[in-house]
């Protein structure tokens, strides 16, 4: 990399003519800033963002700054002060990483009892109340505690390997009646695993409640069905033990949930589809050694947070894209939409200044968004950039049938759409894996770990709060006791008008109470409305 020079930056070319020099200067890029892995048979390409040598001599005092910040936190520096927390998500796939030695073993210990666990659900040791074998699983958890899972099992699950998995990972009482529905009495020999890490995030709770309700209601024994992976003495630690609850996992208070995937949040799913969870830490681990390369130029999450900066102006002016053209990676994008933003999407720095910092993640899979979006992204609005992940080895059982073979057709288009950004002038980065498994999604998810990790550092923010969440909590629970107190003002029959509902309570704004009570409307409680609906000051409201 030596000979990466400022003047092959593409910033300089000339698009959409790209004429045979500029096409010699790409293909020096491309072999000056091309990353591999031997081992993990992955390779990571910069070359096609608009990063010079320039400005990645800038970025290096600060990328090797980032790198001391990053051993610091692996060393168990408090890195979340808003909480006095440590930040300890790489020691779960290095347990000899972690600075106290009974942390390793915990580590060690608990990996070891999810292996247990998960083979001995799938094979029938450990069975349903009713005497057969466990037939499902229904997942209970939010963000991370949901991502992280669905993640694992659309990535990783074979067909006719482990349990089928539902998810209860909203609170929309109409996803929850969908899920209950397509379970019905299986319900009775269907694994139900709750996940919060405080145990009194509401959304999990509401879930849970649900579901117990309705196994019981079919014949179900909920503790010896259920199943809490939460903090040690949590309230919902304390009930599964007090209600001798079929196992409990910890989950460790210096691990986040949008970093918790290999936690027993990801191991727990991991093992009960019969995956080899240990490769899976092992391919993470492989990638933060990667990562703690000291050389910028040879760390490939230094090298992708230093193309996100550039192509943001260090502001994150352009959105990521992602596009997978792998269907297993589907949900990829949607597991670093949290990973991504809520990491770096803050208001403040670290010196109290206005900052806004983020970037925004969306996309879904390759080739289906090249009949989606990619036609804005080639001649739209310039605010992107593109992350495509490809995979090399195809499937053996889809045959070649009259000279055509569809993985050759995938390659093209992944080749063809990065080719065509390009001559727009538009940026893209390319992930390439000589193949998909358990090993390589760790290191993909370890690589974009630890380039969250680096950027946020680049620009002065800490990536491991989210005072943004807790403020929406905050606000969230504040609308649920207006609710309460609503339906209290009205439980006398008299009606009355959303102002007068208001000052009666004497606080909330009169437009929260119209949202409250336009949906006690819409549902069967008793609640009715008289007036213009267009003229929401006329309307008046009360119960009968």
Same mark, same amino acid.
């Given at each position: 990399?030596?000979?990466?020079?400022?003047?092959?930056?593409?910033?300089?070319?000339?698009?959409?003519?790209?004429?045979?020099?500029? +096409?010699?200067?790409?293909?020096?890029?491309?072999?000056?800033?091309?990353?591999? !892995?031997?081992?993990?048979?992955?390779?990571?390409?910069?070359?096609?963002?608009?990063?010079?040598?320039?400005?990645?001599?800038?970025? &290096?005092?600060?990328?090797?700054?980032?790198?001391?910040?990053?051993?610091?936190?692996?060393?168990? +520096?408090?890195?979340?002060?808003?909480?006095?927390?440590?930040?300890? !998500?790489?020691?779960?796939? !290095?347990?000899?990483?972690?600075?106290?030695?009974?942390?390793?073993?915990?580590?060690?210990?608990?990996?070891?009892?999810?292996?247990?666990?998960?083979?001995?659900?799938?094979?029938?040791?450990?069975?349903? #109340?009713?005497?057969?074998?466990?037939?499902?699983?229904?997942?209970?958890?939010?963000?991370?505690?949901?991502?992280?899972?669905?993640?694992?099992?659309? =990535?990783?699950?074979? @067909?006719?390997?482990?349990?089928?998995?539902?998810? %209860?990972?909203?609170?929309?009482?109409?996803?929850?009646?969908?899920?209950?529905?397509?379970?019905?009495?299986?319900?009775?020999?269907?694994?139900?695993?709750?996940?919060? @890490?405080? $145990?009194?995030?509401?959304?999990?709770?509401?879930?849970?409640?649900?579901?117990?309700?309705?196994?019981?209601?079919?014949?179900?024994?909920?503790?010896?069905?259920?199943?809490?992976?939460?903090?040690?003495?949590?309230?919902?630690?304390?009930? /599964?033990?007090?209600?001798?609850?079929?196992?409990?996992?910890?989950?460790?208070?210096?691990?986040? $949930?949008?970093?918790?995937?290999?936690?027993?949040?990801?191991?727990?799913? $991991? /093992?009960?589809?019969?995956?080899?969870?240990?490769?899976?830490?092992? $391919?993470?681990?492989?990638?933060?050694? =990667?990562?703690?390369?000291?050389?910028?130029?040879?760390?490939?999450?230094?090298?992708?947070?230093?193309?996100?900066?550039? /192509?943001?102006?260090? @502001?994150?002016?352009?959105?990521?894209?992602?596009?997978?053209?792998?269907?297993?990676?589907?949900?990829?994008?949607?597991?670093?939409?949290?990973?991504?933003?809520?990491?770096?999407?803050?208001?403040?720095?670290?010196?109290?200044?206005?900052?806004?910092?983020?970037?925004?993640?969306?996309?879904?899979?390759?080739?289906?968004?090249?009949?989606?979006?990619?036609?804005?992204?080639?001649?739209?609005?310039?605010?992107?950039?593109?992350?495509?992940?490809?995979?090399?080895?195809?499937?053996?059982?889809? #045959?070649?049938?009259?000279?055509?073979?569809?993985?050759?057709?995938?390659?093209? %288009?992944?080749?063809? &759409?990065?080719? +065509?950004? &390009?001559?727009?002038?538009?940026?893209?980065?390319?992930?390439?894996?000589?193949?998909?498994?358990?090993?390589?999604?760790?290191?993909?998810?370890?690589?974009?770990?630890?380039?969250?990790? %680096?950027?946020?550092?680049?620009?002065?923010?800490?990536?491991?709060?989210?005072?943004?969440?807790?403020?929406?909590?905050?606000?969230?629970? /504040?609308?649920?006791?207006?609710?309460?107190?609503?339906?209290?003002?009205?439980?006398?029959?008299?009606?009355?008008?959303?102002?007068?509902?208001?000052?009666?309570?004497?606080?909330?704004?009169?437009?929260?109470? %119209?949202?409250?009570?336009?949906?006690?409307?819409?549902?069967?409680?008793?609640?009715?409305?008289?007036?213009?609906?267009?003229? #929401?000051?006329?309307?008046?409201?009360?119960?009968?």
């Amino acid at each position: 990399m030596d000979n990466f020079d400022a003047e092959s930056s593409l910033v300089e070319m000339s698009f959409p003519d790209f004429s045979a020099t500029d +096409a010699q200067i790409q293909w020096q890029r491309f072999c000056d800033l091309l990353w591999h !892995h031997e081992d993990l048979g992955m390779w990571l390409d910069i070359s096609r963002m608009h990063l010079n040598n320039a400005q990645l001599e800038e970025l &290096t005092p600060r990328l090797e700054k980032a790198f001391e910040a990053m051993k610091a936190l692996e060393n168990g +520096a408090i890195a979340n002060a808003d909480e006095n927390r440590q930040v300890g !998500h790489y020691w779960l796939r !290095h347990p000899q990483l972690a600075p106290d030695p009974q942390v390793a073993q915990h580590i060690a210990e608990e990996i070891d009892e999810i292996e247990q666990f998960g083979q001995a659900v799938i094979n029938g040791t450990i069975k349903s #109340p009713t005497g057969q074998p466990f037939t499902n699983v229904l997942w209970i958890g939010i963000g991370g505690s949901g991502l992280g899972p669905l993640l694992m099992i659309r =990535a990783l699950q074979d @067909k006719g390997a482990g349990l089928p998995f539902h998810f %209860f990972d909203n609170v929309d009482p109409n996803g929850m009646s969908r899920v209950l529905a397509e379970l019905g009495d299986v319900l009775r020999t269907t694994l139900v695993v709750t996940v919060s @890490k405080s $145990g009194g995030t509401p959304e999990p709770h509401l879930g849970m409640e649900q579901a117990r309700h309705r196994l019981e209601a079919v014949g179900g024994n909920w503790p010896a069905q259920a199943v809490a992976i939460t903090m040690a003495d949590s309230k919902l630690d304390r009930q /599964a033990v007090d209600e001798n609850w079929l196992h409990r996992f910890d989950m460790f208070d210096w691990v986040g $949930g949008r970093t918790s995937i290999t936690s027993a949040v990801g191991l727990v799913p $991991g /093992a009960l589809i019969g995956c080899d969870i240990r490769s899976f830490l092992a $391919g993470a681990s492989q990638m933060d050694e =990667a990562t703690r390369e000291s050389d910028v130029r040879r760390n490939p999450a230094a090298l992708m947070a230093a193309a996100w900066y550039s /192509a943001g102006d260090g @502001k994150g002016k352009r959105d990521m894209v992602v596009l997978p053209y792998r269907d297993r990676l589907e949900v990829f994008s949607r597991y670093l939409q949290q990973l991504v933003m809520e990491s770096l999407g803050k208001r403040l720095d670290r010196n109290g200044e206005i900052a806004h910092q983020g970037i925004a993640v969306y996309g879904n899979k390759g080739s289906t968004d090249q009949h989606a979006y990619v036609q804005q992204l080639r001649d739209g609005v310039d605010n992107f950039f593109v992350t495509f992940i490809e995979v090399l080895r195809d499937v053996e059982d889809i #045959p070649e049938i009259n000279g055509e073979r569809p993985g050759d057709f995938l390659d093209g %288009f992944v080749q063809g &759409t990065r080719s +065509a950004l &390009t001559e727009g002038g538009r940026q893209s980065l390319s992930i390439s894996m000589r193949q998909f498994d358990a090993r390589r999604l760790g290191a993909l998810i370890a690589l974009f770990e630890r380039a969250v990790g %680096f950027y946020g550092e680049l620009v002065n923010i800490n990536a491991y709060h989210q005072p943004g969440v807790e403020a929406g909590k905050k606000a969230a629970a /504040a609308i649920l006791k207006l609710q309460r107190q609503v339906e209290e003002v009205l439980s006398d029959g008299v009606s009355r008008s959303v102002v007068e509902i208001q000052q009666a309570i004497g606080e909330g704004s009169v437009e929260a109470v %119209f949202w409250i009570v336009r949906h006690l409307t819409g549902n069967n409680r008793g609640y009715q409305a008289q007036g213009d609906w267009n003229k #929401p000051a006329t309307l008046r409201f009360s119960k009968s």
